[in-house]
T-cell receptor
Framework: DVKVTQSSRYLVKRTGEKVFLECVQD?????MFWYRQDPGLGLRLIYF???????EKGDIPEGYSVSREKKERFSLILESASTNQTSMYLC????????????FGEGSRLTVL | AQTVTQSQPEMSVQEAETVTLSCTYD???????LFWYKQPPSRQMILVIR??????QNATENRFSVNFQKAAKSFSLKISDSQLGDAAMYFC???????????????FGKGTKLSVIP
């Protein structure tokens, strides 16, 4: 089975801190994604990557950056966390070919105080 | 840009009954994929069912089936013989059929929370 692992299920950070959310997948998927999930807003795409060192902005990239140094790992970075970044963050991966089914991690719930 | 609309924020169904979740989408493309994902409480999101736009036949996976109306841009999910384990958030999603690299992101609706009443 495909496994997408997010390093932290729950994090509490302070305003202004730098935050790293790590995601690793074990199925050699080309594509990786970071979504943000908020009640009543659904899932919104922050960034995605279709190859190592390649990244593309999604719908809400402001305040975030990403890093993909290795194919299996995709990191989301909050350079200076703010309270409006309190949310659930979901990582997902997919194959380049076929219909692109997304495989999700369990999510990282970030609280910024 | 494509949009996906789920007009029912919450729904409930009696155990063993049938429920239909609605989804509409807006696109100018003719080739695309549609998905229903399920997110149980505190658990990861998983794919329930998918539909290729070029296929006229509605997709079916056991108790889950879709009613795909391409002209109306409608993609509803029907759950038959509802079970307690079906209680979850359900998200409808759209993906372009464009095969250019970098075009595999999904656009999601806001979700429908389904409760199953014993």
């Amino acid at each position: 089975d495909v496994k997408v692992t997010q390093s932290s299920r729950y994090l509490v950070k302070r305003t202004g801190e730098k935050v790293f959310l790590e995601c690793v997948q074990d199925m050699d998927h080309e594509n990786m994604f970071w979504y943000r999930q908020d009640p009543g807003l659904g899932l919104r795409l922050i960034y995605f990557s279709y190859d190592v060192k390649m990244k593309e902005k999604g719908d809400i990239p402001e305040g975030y950056s990403v890093s993909r140094e290795k194919k299996e790992r995709f990191s989301l970075i909050l350079e200076s966390a703010s309270t409006n970044q309190t949310s659930m963050y979901l990582c997902a991966s997919s194959l380049e070919r076929e219909y692109g089914e997304l495989f999700f991690g369990e999510g990282s719930r970030l609280t910024v105080l | 840009a494509q949009t996906v609309t789920q007009s029912q924020p919450e729904m409930s169904v009696q155990e063993a009954e049938t429920v239909t979740l609605s989804c509409t989408y807006d696109t100018s493309e003719s080739d695309y994929y549609l998905f229903w994902y399920k997110q149980p409480p505190s658990r990861q999101m998983i794919l329930v069912i998918r539909q290729e736009a070029y296929k006229q036949q509605n997709a079916t996976e056991n108790r889950f089936s879709v009613n795909f109306q391409k002209a109306a841009k409608s993609f509803s999910l029907k759950i038959s013989d509802s079970q307690l384990g079906d209680a979850a958030m359900y998200f409808c999603a759209y993906r372009s059929g464009d095969t250019l690299a970098g075009s595999y992101q999904l656009t999601f609706g806001k979700g429908t929370k389904l409760s199953v009443i014993p």
